[in-house]
């Protein structure tokens, strides 16, 4: 798989095209382009939050997919966080948090057959596509980083 090619010569320019061709159905997954950007921007380990909507009447059933995927993450070395979180504020809104290794851990993330089997499982239960907001992390107590 090719990397996404970065445009312009700011880390700027090159975040918004990367962003750009991962969101706009270039054929790249999301996930390698964000890898990508992480390995152009020297960041180690990367974290993120995946924002994710069940649709209408299929909370239940998501949070069942949210367990399913959670336990076939073991089969990841380079994830080292993967935790589902449920919004109480919102019904049917779940938070995915994620740390892993490096880029290179987050552009495998989802390729194991443990995991295409869970991760098939959520067809149909989104309301909408899932948000992801990429994170370098800075201090933390209870995970080394």
Not at 4 to 31: F, M, Q, V
């Amino acid at each position: 798989m090719r990397s996404p090619k970065l445009r312009g010569n700011t880390p700027a320019c090159a975040e918004k095209s990367l962003i750009r061709r991962a969101t706009a159905g270039s054929g790249e997954p999301l996930r390698a382009a964000l890898a990508a950007r992480a390995n152009f921007f020297g960041v180690s380990k990367i974290s993120l939050i995946a924002k994710l909507t069940a649709a209408e009447g299929k909370a239940a059933e998501l949070e069942a997919v949210l367990a399913d995927v959670v336990a076939a993450a073991d089969e990841e070395a380079g994830l080292e966080i993967y935790s589902a979180h449920k919004d109480t504020a919102n019904e049917g809104v779940y938070y995915f948090f994620e740390m892993y290794t490096d880029g290179d851990a987050l552009a495998v993330h989802g390729k194991g057959d443990g995991m295409k089997a869970a991760m098939g499982k959520f067809g149909g239960l989104l309301g909408s596509r899932p948000e992801i907001t990429m994170m370098a992390p800075v201090v933390a107590k209870g995970i080394d980083i």
